[in-house]
């Protein structure tokens, strides 16, 4: 057994790796300023600037890889998260896409994970276009995963979660509530005929779990390790991301997000849940994803778990008035290593280390 406090050194380390990845954000910054499209190059700047605790939290997978391919986890991660990032404010933003054009932005995000495939024109069905950003991005991707070894080997199973992803990303941003809802119901029964564990969660809960990026993250620092992994170690670790911890990720983004998505009339996962029992389904997501991750190896996947909740509940959303309440019941059920990272987040964002 690995010894106590593993996953909670784990996450000092991370905070220290977090120079790195904001030398990595600062470089795209550069390029994007660069766009030629004003409102390209703002939705661009607008996602580095407000998401970069995506790259910056993600990049605790980095710290599963051995040094020697460090570098290259950090970079893949930076420039695949920043690609979602980027074509995420694009739909969600853009008055005159449809689901065509949802598609064709991201198979940027598809060829990312995909060394060797040629370039192409993403922004074919889109109204505005530029050339030196999303194509740059996909490129970085594409290189920083062929110097990890066993990429060819594990490609499949993260295009696995990237296609879900998309599948996501383009059905929740199809213009109208009902169309959105019919075809995120389709994609829910879809799935539940593939993956039995699905049988345990909602519909909302599925589309959430679809949204994250964690479980391609560790498929990274898995290529990255000396010997290739075994096949129980990819089932495990497939079982362990989709849906439970990948769930807990966005479904708690979207817990914060709450009273922002409702004044702003934007579609919210956790807004689709009967509000008593929100608590209980979060809980289920973080005990389901604790069962999962304590069987991996190393200390990245148990550090995951226990920092999510640690972290989104560190954001002030968090603790509005009518939100204080639930959130310090989920603090306290959820446990002692929780509290904790909840504590180390906190003192993060006091210092401007975290926003």
Known sequence: MPFPGDDVLTALRLVRSWPRI???????????RAIPHPELRRQALSSLEKKRFHCL?????????????REAVERAIVALQTISDYLDNLVDRSPHGGEADFRRLHRAFLAALQPGTPRE??????????EGYLPALVRACQEALSQ????PSLKEHALSFARRYVELQVRKHVPGKKAREDLLLAFYREETRRVPSLGEVEWPEQA??????????????LAAQDRPPRRAL????????YPWLGGLHILLDYYIDGEEDRDGGDLN??????????????LLFYRRAWDHARRLPGPVHRAAVHGLPGFYLSDPKA???????RSQKLLTRMGRRPRLFFRIASRLRKRGILR
Do not use: C, N, Q
Request: aromatic share 14%.
């Open 208 to 221: 959430a779990a679809s949204g994250s990026t964690l479980g391609i993250f560790a498929l990274f620092a």
């Open 148 to 151: 990890l070894p066993h990429w």
């Open 319 to 325: 603790w509005t008035p009518s939100m204080g309440e």
């Open 269 to 282: 996962f956790v807004a689709y849940l009967p509000h008593h029992r929100v608590e209980e389904r979060l």
């Open 22 to 32: 904001e030398a990595l954000l600062k470089a795209w910054e550069d390029v994007a």
């Open 121 to 130: 024109d993403y922004y074919a069905l889109h109204p505005f276009r530029e």
């Open 57 to 69: 939290g993600g990049s605790l997978y980095a710290l599963g890889a051995p040094l020697s391919r």
């Open 234 to 241: 990819l089932t495990a670790l497939e079982e362990a991301y």
